[in-house]
């Protein structure tokens, strides 16, 4: 789903703009990041992504996909495997996205730290 891509390219290159154009800036919309309780409306997950991209750069091979898709809402999961300066890990993660009438808008983000195994 190109609008999932989108989320990772925006993300892996911290850029703001981009970010915002894939949510829709609503008071509907929430954002759970490893670790962090859960932000609700773009105000509050807007400045989270402010506040990560001033953090280290990090890439992301994005592994796992499975989308269910609907009329107007959509779901796709899959694994965030990261690289960066401390070395990386595993996010699983699930995305949720609305059709507005012309593209798919995220209205929901939720990661969850992959437990190494030993």
Do not use: K
Not at 26 to 31: K, L, M, P
Not at 53 to 71: D, E, K, R, S, Y
């Amino acid at each position: 789903m190109r609008a999932n891509t989108a989320f990772y390219d925006a993300f892996e290159a911290r850029d703001i703009d981009a970010m915002a154009a894939a949510w829709e800036l609503s008071d509907r919309v929430c954002c759970t990041h490893p670790g962090w309780t859960t932000l609700h409306g773009w105000p509050q997950v807007g400045a989270s992504w402010r506040a990560i991209f001033n953090n280290a750069p990090m890439q992301f091979i994005v592994t796992n996909h499975h989308v269910v898709l609907g009329v107007d809402m959509a779901v796709v999961t899959n694994d965030e495997n990261l690289i960066d300066v401390r070395g990386g890990g595993t996010v699983a993660a699930l995305n949720a996205f609305a059709f507005d009438g012309q593209r798919w808008r995220m209205i929901a983000h939720h990661g969850s730290s992959v437990a190494r195994t030993i």
